[in-house]
């Protein structure tokens, strides 16, 4: 909703080319649970008629039926519109609203003050440029006040204004006003904010929103509007290297091949030269083609296409750089890393990562530490839970192309999406490469596994056993090797027990630990599949996500997944091990298929039942079925 104009009635054109014109400034408000975040964004809209006559009757409407102000206007109602969020009196999702008045144009962000929330408060502060703080000024500075402060530097946000609210219910006073701004930029000098601004306001009363009303006449800076009118923020994507992803590869005819994308950051002009990190490729640029007519010049924010001087070769995803300027491109990387799924993150298990256009398979390979966003402290830790955030080395499947993040927001961000439900379990901002991936190449080598194949007449593979203990696994992949030892066959078994006595001895049973243990076992796996061998694995492998890596790191039909379905009650009735007796007596923490979950196979290329047959009857269908 735009503010009134008598334009809008004179001459619509000159209205919407002067709106046109306007500068637009995106701003968060973020603190702590009923610090009055959505009551001041609704008195702001409110003071200033910035909505809709019907939406004004609505608001009155609702303000007597579920507001909190008794017969008064409940001004966050305009902001908390879920149903969840009215009968609760709190924010759950981010609300955005758009707003103009003569000056400026607005969008803002009004996020939750819940912890469990964070997520949420993190997508609405990623594209923001000013932070509101709120904070009570009964209470003070909060641990969430820390927590959404220290989030709101991360995402690159550096102008902060902290909202000191309900002075009303402080009788206005000038000292406690002082006490809570020196408090926070006490707290807030190591966050790399450019400017703190402190107001003091009653967003229920409405002072210092839009203009001061006497209340505190000892307070001499700009109302909270006035100050969002003429705050300087410098966009200066312009003057960056030029960077655009490839979003569509547009071919309509045979006569014209262009590459469509919004420039992230940078400026353009026919002529320049542009190149592919990712291959090295250059070329120049021929026209810039919009549906309004070829551009003289295209700038950062801009949606365009592309058409160049020479055919090379160019897909979606890949992003286009200037020569001179190009994006770091590689396969290993540091990131801070906001965790946003109920299931933690597990180093070592595999993702998907997302950044612009491309996507491509990426794993933890380390979580260097831990932040604890309420102290700044950073602590040490195995895996990530729910809105905390980590400091992270990542390996990718793919070397991709990017900036760090505090250089360009644009191309330094990227999810980490779960390979199965195709959930957004992470975000993250990229610090830099890691120089490990400029000291380690391919080395190339005469030998190859199709010529040590040849050398022992086999065709190399796994066969991945899988099932709960004492389902069988182990005897039957005994006696499957011993079968194919008669066979001539050159084979090797890796077993999970005699494995934990070596190379993965350092492990433990957690779920972090059980994820390492699958991923070292896999890349054994892999090395001696690489030589030429059959090699089976009798592991428990829990989880899909690690049997799944274990798949993509061979080539198709190398990979052959045995379930041992046997029930857990034959299972625990022979026990071998007497460990589901110790589990069921509380003594062994994190035993599969009594306190720790076991996720069966969802198309195993062979499932056979322990119960059903024997071991020598099963290992004989299982080497009839693989190898005739």
């Given at each position: 909703?735009?503010?009134?104009?008598?334009l809008?009635?004179?001459?619509?054109?000159?209205?919407?080319?002067?709106?046109?014109?306007?500068?637009?400034?995106?701003?968060?408000?973020?603190g702590?649970?009923?610090?009055?975040?959505?009551?001041?964004?609704?008195?702001?809209?409110?003071?200033?008629?910035?909505?809709?006559?019907?939406?004004?009757?609505?608001?009155?409407?609702?303000?007597?039926?579920?507001?909190?102000?008794?017969?008064?206007?409940?001004?966050?109602?305009?902001?908390?519109?879920?149903?969840?969020e009215?009968?609760?009196?709190?924010?759950?999702?981010?609300?955005?609203?758009?707003?103009?008045?003569?000056?400026?144009?607005?969008?803002?962000?009004?996020?939750?003050?819940?912890?469990?929330?964070?997520?949420?408060?993190?997508?609405?502060?990623?594209?923001?440029?000013?932070?509101?703080i709120?904070?009570?000024?009964?209470?003070?500075?909060?641990?969430?006040?820390?927590?959404?402060?220290?989030?709101?530097?991360?995402?690159?946000?550096?102008?902060?204004?902290?909202?000191?609210?309900?002075?009303?219910?402080?009788?206005?006073?000038?000292?406690?006003?002082h006490?809570?701004?020196?408090?926070?930029?006490?707290?807030?000098?190591?966050?790399?904010?450019?400017?703190?601004?402190?107001i003091?306001?009653?967003?229920?009363?409405?002072?210092?929103?839009?203009?001061?009303?006497?209340?505190?006449?000892?307070?001499?800076?700009?109302?909270?509007?006035?100050?969002?009118?003429?705050?300087?923020?410098?966009?200066?994507?312009?003057?960056?290297?030029?960077?655009?992803?490839?979003q569509?590869?547009?071919?309509?005819?045979?006569?014209?091949?262009?590459?469509?994308?919004?420039i992230?950051?940078?400026?353009?002009?026919?002529?320049d030269?542009?190149?592919?990190?990712?291959?090295?490729?250059?070329?120049?640029?021929?026209?810039?083609?919009?549906?309004?007519?070829?551009?003289?010049?295209?700038?950062?924010?801009?949606?365009?296409?592309?058409?160049?001087?020479?055919?090379?070769?160019?897909?979606?995803?890949?992003?286009?750089?200037?020569?001179?300027?190009?994006?770091?491109?590689?396969?290993?990387?540091?990131?801070?890393?906001?965790?946003?799924?109920?299931?933690?993150?597990?180093?070592?298990?595999?993702?998907?990562?997302?950044?612009?256009?491309?996507?491509?398979?990426?794993?933890?390979?380390?979580?260097?530490?831990?932040?604890?966003?309420?102290?700044?402290?950073?602590?040490?830790?195995?895996?990530?839970?729910?809105?905390?955030?980590?400091?992270?080395?990542?390996?990718?499947?793919?070397?991709?192309?990017?900036?760090?993040?505090?250089?360009?927001?644009?191309?330094?961000?990227?999810?980490?999406?779960?390979?199965?439900?195709?959930?957004?379990?992470?975000?993250?901002?990229?610090?830099?490469?890691?120089?490990?991936?400029?000291?380690?190449?391919?080395?190339?080598?005469?030998?190859?596994?199709?010529?040590?194949?040849?050398?022992?007449?086999?065709?190399?593979?796994?066969?991945?056993f899988?099932?709960l203990?004492?389902?069988?696994?182990?005897?039957?992949?005994?006696?499957?090797?011993?079968?194919?030892?008669?066979?001539?066959?050159?084979?090797?078994?890796?077993?999970?027990?005699?494995?934990?006595?070596?190379?993965?001895?350092?492990?433990?049973?957690?779920?972090?630990?059980?994820?390492?243990?699958?991923?070292?076992?896999?890349?054994?796996?892999?090395?001696?599949?690489?030589?030429?061998?059959?090699?089976?694995?009798?592991?428990?492998?829990?989880?899909?996500?690690?049997?799944?890596?274990?798949?993509?790191?061979?080539?198709?039909?190398?990979?052959?997944?045995?379930?041992?379905?046997?029930?857990?009650?034959?299972?625990?009735?022979?026990?071998?091990?007497g460990?589901?007796?110790?589990?069921?007596?509380?003594?062994?923490?994190?035993?599969?298929?009594?306190?720790?979950?076991?996720?069966?196979?969802?198309?195993?290329?062979?499932?056979?039942?322990?119960?059903?047959?024997?071991?020598?009857?099963?290992?004989?269908?299982?080497?009839?079925?693989?190898?005739?």
């Amino acid at each position: 909703m735009s503010h009134k104009s008598n334009l809008i009635a004179e001459d619509i054109h000159q209205y919407l080319k002067k709106q046109e014109e306007k500068s637009m400034l995106r701003f968060i408000t973020c603190g702590s649970v009923d610090d009055g975040k959505s009551t001041l964004i609704g008195r702001l809209l409110w003071d200033s008629k910035l909505i809709f006559e019907d939406q004004l009757a609505a608001l009155e409407a609702d303000s007597k039926r579920v507001g909190t102000q008794g017969e008064d206007v409940d001004y966050a109602l305009l902001l908390d519109g879920l149903q969840a969020e009215r009968e609760q009196g709190i924010t759950i999702d981010v609300a955005y609203r758009f707003f103009s008045t003569d000056k400026r144009k607005f969008i803002v962000a009004d996020t939750p003050g819940h912890e469990q929330y964070t997520r949420n408060m993190v997508t609405g502060a990623s594209t923001a440029e000013v932070a509101i703080i709120l904070i009570d000024a009964r209470k003070g500075v909060l641990t969430q006040t820390r927590r959404h402060s220290y989030l709101v530097s991360l995402v690159g946000i550096r102008h902060v204004v902290l909202a000191i609210n309900k002075m009303d219910l402080v009788d206005y006073a000038a000292s406690r006003f002082h006490s809570i701004r020196e408090e926070y930029e006490t707290f807030a000098a190591g966050l790399g904010f450019e400017d703190v601004t402190a107001i003091p306001i009653s967003a229920l009363k409405g002072d210092n929103v839009i203009e001061a009303n006497g209340h505190t006449p000892w307070y001499q800076g700009p109302p909270l509007l006035e100050y969002l009118e003429t705050v300087q923020v410098v966009d200066d994507a312009a003057s960056r290297p030029f960077r655009m992803a490839v979003q569509w590869v547009n071919r309509p005819n045979l006569d014209f091949r262009g590459f469509s994308g919004t420039i992230a950051s940078g400026t353009l002009r026919p002529g320049d030269e542009v190149v592919v990190p990712s291959s090295g490729q250059k070329s120049t640029v021929a026209r810039i083609v919009t549906m309004d007519g070829d551009l003289s010049q295209a700038v950062a924010g801009q949606a365009v296409t592309l058409t160049l001087q020479d055919e090379i070769d160019i897909s979606r995803g890949d992003l286009l750089s200037a020569p001179l300027a190009r994006p770091i491109h590689t396969d290993q990387l540091r990131a801070h890393v906001v965790w946003m799924h109920e299931e933690p993150l597990l180093p070592g298990r595999g993702y998907l990562l997302k950044t612009g256009c491309t996507t491509v398979p990426a794993q933890i390979s380390d979580l260097r530490r831990k932040v604890n966003v309420n102290t700044l402290q950073q602590e040490p830790g195995k895996t990530l839970g729910l809105n905390e955030v980590g400091v992270c080395n990542l390996s990718l499947g793919k070397a991709i192309s990017f900036d760090p993040y505090k250089e360009n927001r644009a191309t330094g961000n990227f999810i980490l999406i779960d390979r199965f439900s195709n959930a957004t379990v992470g975000a993250g901002m990229i610090d830099f490469a890691l120089r490990r991936a400029d000291n380690i190449h391919w080395q190339a080598l005469d030998i190859n596994k199709q010529a040590r194949a040849e050398q022992k007449g086999q065709k190399p593979r796994v066969l991945w056993f899988t099932g709960l203990s004492g389902s069988g696994k182990s005897t039957i992949a005994n006696l499957v090797e011993k079968k194919l030892h008669s066979m001539g066959k050159h084979s090797y078994i890796l077993d999970g027990d005699n494995v934990r006595h070596g190379l993965n001895r350092d492990l433990g049973f957690t779920d972090a630990d059980r994820v390492e243990n699958i991923r070292r076992v896999a890349e054994t796996a892999k090395l001696f599949v690489d030589a030429g061998l059959i090699v089976l694995v009798s592991f428990i492998s829990p989880f899909k996500s690690e049997r799944q890596l274990a798949r993509d790191l061979l080539e198709p039909g190398e990979f052959i997944e045995v379930y041992v379905n046997t029930p857990l009650a034959v299972c625990e009735q022979r026990d071998p091990k007497g460990l589901y007796k110790k589990a069921r007596a509380g003594q062994l923490k994190n035993f599969t298929g009594i306190d720790s979950a076991y996720e069966a196979p969802e198309k195993p290329e062979i499932v056979v039942n322990g119960a059903e047959k024997s071991a020598e009857e099963l290992a004989e269908e299982i080497v009839r079925e693989v190898f005739g």
